[in-house]
């Protein structure tokens, strides 16, 4: 929920609350004529099965969680609402996961109060209608979650705040981070434990629950499935916020099939807020996020899973950043675009060879962005929306690096990036009826 950077020796922590306080202060909104239905900034941005994209929750203008969802058709370049528009709960800092049969489960996140949910609930394309259904056992958010080759859904680790989100005085202390995981059966609409689990007494409920843990608690992490290799099927879990409230390099492997979490090697630096992506050779880029100091990284790495180790890429990115997105293109490289470095938003991006092991510069995108979602679209183009950012200037580059003293504003403009030109370029109509 924090996050900070440095600038001329002092420190600023930036929380949701007083990015909320910022938007308020600072209100107007990025000039733009390409506008969403609404902003959103930790929203989830789903690929549906039949190309259009659902862009679902997140924080709005007043950093509190919404149930706004729209969706966007890239054949008309346009936005409307998914169904209703409404889904049953607001929450942020939830998952989204696309189910085999075309529904969308979303998971857990953060509700308005700022208190944690254990709640889920279903997207079907075909009524266009939310409904609720099985919920988890914790309540959690920033959590991972990854679908599974044989359908289930792996919902692992994430933060829980008992007391809820208290403001722009509340400490990271407060934050407590999760080594519990669950698997969604969609079949049956209810979730179980994932890994070894055993029988406890939960003092708060009264009751005694199945408690299943990974082998270190964490949230802001990552969670990627393994294209190919060795342990092709299963999930590594790598870095995030541990029980002690500091960046983890420690990763570890869950086995769908033994429903096992098994330690493996470690990263070479400890990160959180970085992006993991998983690359056609089986190999998987860790890239970015922040260190102990909390200062964004320039480094990535590699992980190999026949060597069960992390290396160093060739060449470091060409910025540090942190909450970027990342997306593996159709011709095998990955874009990484906007996150925030120890200055301020960024609007560059960069690309990442896998044969080379090194990084190059990409474009400029059309805006500032961190805390945006991204896919790639059915035609390799990608598609990238919200987020928040602290420029006042709609132009990248129009004005020096900014400061913790700049308001943040939460996005409702998109872009796309196209490979073949190489440049980003804003969606036309977005929150306008075609015609």
């Known amino acids: 929920m924090a996050h900070a950077w440095r600038r001329s020796g002092r420190l600023f922590v930036l929380s949701t609350a007083i990015c909320a306080m910022a938007a308020l202060a600072f209100s107007e909104p990025t000039p733009s004529p390409y506008q969403m239905i609404d902003g959103h900034f930790s929203q989830t941005v ?63 996140g953060m509700n308005a109060e700022g208190k944690p949910l254990s709640s889920a609930e279903l997207f079907d394309p075909k009524t266009g209608k939310f409904v609720p259904t099985g919920g988890m056992a914790y309540a959690r958010y920033t959590a991972s979650a990854t679908a599974l080759p044989d359908g289930r859904v792996l919902i692992a680790g994430g933060a829980d705040t008992p007391e809820g989100y208290a403001g722009a005085g509340q400490q990271r202390a407060e934050m407590q981070s999760l080594d519990t995981a669950e698997l969604y059966d969609p079949a049956r609409g209810r979730f179980s434990p994932a890994g070894k689990s055993e029988r406890v007494f939960d003092f708060t409920s009264g009751k005694f629950l199945m408690r299943a843990s990974m082998n270190a608690a964490r949230r802001e992490h990552t969670a990627t499935l393994l294209l190919a290799g060795p342990l092709k099927g299963q999930v590594l879990l790598a870095g995030g916020i541990g029980d002690k409230d500091v960046p983890l390099a420690s990763a570890e492997l869950f086995n769908p099939a033994a429903n096992t979490f098994t330690p493996t090697g470690a990263m070479t630096v400890a990160r959180t807020y970085q992006t993991a992506t998983g690359l056609r050779d089986g190999r998987v880029l860790l890239a970015g996020g922040t260190d102990a100091a909390n200062q964004a990284l320039a480094t990535a790495e590699l992980y190999d899973q026949a060597a069960g180790k992390f290396a160093l890429t060739a060449a470091p990115m060409e910025h540090g950043r942190y909450r970027q997105t990342a997306t593996l293109l159709n011709d095998g490289s990955v874009l990484l675009a906007g996150g925030a470095s120890d200055i301020g938003v960024l609007a560059n991006a960069e690309i990442f060879d896998p044969p080379s092991g090194r990084f190059r510069p990409a474009a400029l995108m059309k805006d500032y962005r961190m805390a945006a979602g991204a896919v790639v679209l059915r035609n390799g183009e990608v598609f990238i929306a919200g987020g928040y950012n602290n420029r006042p200037s709609y132009a990248p580059g129009a004005i020096a690096m900014g400061s913790a003293a700049v308001g943040f504003s939460v996005l409702n403009t998109a872009e796309i990036y196209n490979p073949a030109s190489r440049q980003f370029a804003d969606t036309r109509s977005l929150g306008r009826p075609p015609g």
Do not use: C, K, Q, W
């Open 46 to 108: 789903t690929l549906l099965a039949d190309g259009e994209v659902l862009i679902a929750g997140g924080g709005d203008t007043h950093a509190s969680a919404t149930n706004i969802a729209e969706l966007y058709d890239p054949a008309s370049d346009s936005f409307r609402p998914a169904g209703s528009g409404l889904m049953s709960t607001p929450r942020t800092y939830h998952t989204a996961t696309l189910l085999r049969d075309g529904r969308v489960l979303l998971a857990g």
